[in-house]
């Protein structure tokens, strides 16, 4: 919190994974009281352990509500940064779109901890993936059209990466197990659709929840930034000066 005071950013954004369920409104406000600045985020899937995706979204809803820097990019549609550049975004979840979910050994924590995700069946919980992908995909569709009407450049922050090519791990590309969990392919292909029929605009893609680094050019106009993570010490991924 004192490294981004030092800063004097006019905004910060978040792409999740800020606490658990019992103490993510606790965390966003202690953030909110002493940076004083405008502060959009995304929720990640470790919001919602030891709670449930229901829960955390009403009390969030209601949080927000009340405060002045707190903004959900969920709920807050399209945001005007300044005259050239529009913020959206949304959690997004891993959507078991990408790589081999019918056949990957991997069991996420998700899957004890989130009240929605816990004691389905294979087939159960794929369902269930791919309406959460399927959720965000279709947040994306009704808002990225405002968005770029009113920019010629649209930040897009979510939690999941929207690509394969955004999932890094250790320096690579996820692989098949890993990557059904690590993308959200649902609300990358909405993304890249919008930017193809608009060559002329950009977009600048934040992300997280590989706990691995990377920088990926999607299109031409489209380019997504993965932030590394190490639990218990978080740090400033990047300064952008727009």
């Known amino acids: 919190m004192a490294e981004l005071r030092k800063k004097n950013a006019d905004a910060v954004l978040i792409s999740g994974d800020i606490a658990q369920a019992p103490t993510v ?108 992908g399927d959720e965000a995909a279709e947040h994306f569709r009704t808002v990225l059209p405002e968005a770029l009407q009113l920019a010629d450049h649209v930040v897009v922050v979510t939690h999941i990466p929207p690509f394969a090519e955004a999932a890094w791990h250790e320096g690579d590309y996820c692989d098949s197990h890993w990557l059904p969990f690590f993308s959200c392919m649902a609300a990358g292909e909405v993304l890249v659709e919008e930017m193809k029929k608009h060559p002329d605009k950009r977009m600048t893609v934040l992300c997280g929840h590989t706990h691995s680094g990377g920088t990926s050019v999607i299109l031409p106009n489209l380019i997504a930034y993965t932030g590394e993570a190490d639990y218990g010490h978080p740090a400033i991924q990047k300064i952008f000066h727009w």
């Open 25 to 132: 409104e606790e965390f966003l406000l202690r953030m909110e009281q002493e940076l004083q600045v405008p502060i959009y985020f995304v929720l990640g899937n470790h919001d919602y352990y030891s709670g449930s995706i229901s829960g955390v979204r009403a009390a969030v809803t209601g949080m927000v509500k009340k405060s002045h820097h707190l903004n959900w990019l969920n709920i807050s549609g399209v945001v005007n940064l300044n005259p050239g550049i529009s913020l959206i975004g949304h959690d997004g979840w891993g959507d078991a779109g990408y790589g081999d979910y019918h056949n990957s050994p991997v069991r996420l924590n998700d899957f004890l901890l989130i009240s929605e995700l816990s004691g389905l069946s294979s087939n159960q919980l794929f369902s269930e993936l791919q309406q959460l």
